[in-house]
């Protein structure tokens, strides 16, 4: 049985405004990913996702705050950890993250190899230049890319070669797990898919051991991860594999989730497309009850005042609602 790479328990994480108002953005989200697994993390944007990878790093910059909860990366709970100590032996070497808009990330003032040369000293001082180059041309190539692109400035790369550049410098110390937030947005499709191409090489070449892959179109989770965690609003809604959640979800928000997204795969292709009511709550001021009850079609009065925890069904799947599942399949049936 694989063992377990990332385990969190409880996280909750929240930011501060200069009024000191707390916005609760993550809470009390609990997720377990194995070796050689790769789960996804779907939902709206502002649900909650971006502020959850940043989370599960361990190292926090204000306004965001750690509240509660653990992050146990291999073994090693992190969470407590000297911020010194997580930047320079968690980070890249444990855990690494593809940031959105990664094509920004690189220094237009420096060369490629100079930017690499800057994060593999920052963990290892005693490294020297050549050491590092001759690894960076090894797991460029590994990865597709040519050596020569180390010699350039992002200045002088496409947008596609951009991205590519970053998600290499992002494992060049082999992380363990691998966060990717949104890493095929504001490409073109020939792009997109060269790089969740090289993402997938990434677990298959076994240079990362397990991935974490963020991003607000379900069907594209169905063909890159093993499973899938939904969030609305700052919690966990529904987990399950990829086909389940994709092709069965449970709950109601899951379920209008996917049918607001055209979605190319065989048995969803003539399902009609439905817009989903309404806006999150504000996480300043989150209900007492079920966060999704106002943009529910089968919300209840209890809905509003419960306290609503993951309900556990069989095959290990869970979602968060108070209606049993069977209750919720006949009426997804009532309505087509």
């Known amino acids: 049985m694989s063992r377990v790479i990332l385990e969190v328990n409880e ?5 501060v405004t200069r009024f000191q108002e707390k916005i609760y953005a993550v809470d009390h989200v609990s997720l377990k990913v194995k070796e050689g697994r790769s789960l996804g993390i779907a ?14 790093m361990g190292y ?10 653990e992050i146990i990366v291999d073994g090693q709970n992190i969470t407590g950890m000297d911020p010194d100590d997580v930047r320079r032996t968690i980070l890249g070497n444990e855990i690494s993250y593809i940031p959105q808009a990664a094509m920004n990330a690189l220094n237009p003032t420096q060369k490629v190899i100079n930017f690499i040369e800057d994060v ?48 290499a410098t992002s494992v060049i110390l082999s992380p363990k797990v691998l966060i990717a ?23 298959e070449k076994g240079i990362i051991k397990a991935l974490i892959f963020i991003t607000h179109e379900l069907p594209l989770l169905y063909n890159v991860t093993d499973d899938i965690m939904v969030m609305y609003a700052g919690q966990i809604v529904e987990k399950g594999t990829a086909q389940e ?27 009609k497309l439905t817009a989903i009511p309404g806006t999150p709550p ?29 309900r556990e069904v069989e095959g290990g799947r869970a979602y968060r609602c108070i209606i049993p599942e069977e209750d919720l399949r006949k009426a997804y049936e009532n309505e087509e």
């Open 120 to 167: 593999v000293q920052a963990h290892y001082p005693k490294t020297t230049k050549k050491e590092i180059y001759d690894l960076a041309a090894e797991r460029f190539e590994l990865l597709g890319l040519s050596p020569k692109v180390l010699q350039k400035y992002s200045v002088e790369l496409s947008g596609g070669m951009k991205q590519r550049t970053v998600i």
């Open 181 to 203: 937030d949104e890493p095929s947005s504001a490409l073109d499709v020939t792009s997109q898919k060269m790089v969740i191409k090289m993402i997938m090489d990434l677990m």
């Open 43 to 56: 939902g709206e944007s502002g649900c909650g996702k971006s502020t959850l990878a940043l989370s599960l």
């Open 282 to 310: 504000n996480l300043k001021k989150p209900p007492a009850g079920c966060r999704f009850a106002d943009r529910c079609r089968f919300v209840m009065p209890e809905c509003r005042v419960m306290s609503i925890n993951l």
């Open 11 to 15: 996280l909750t994480t929240n930011y």
């Open 245 to 271: 959640v994709v092709f069965d979800p449970i709950h109601p928000y899951s379920k209008a989730l996917m049918g607001s997204i055209i979605v190319p795969e065989a048995g969803l292709r003539n399902v």
């Open 60 to 69: 926090y910059f204000p306004p965001l705050h750690y509240a509660s909860g």
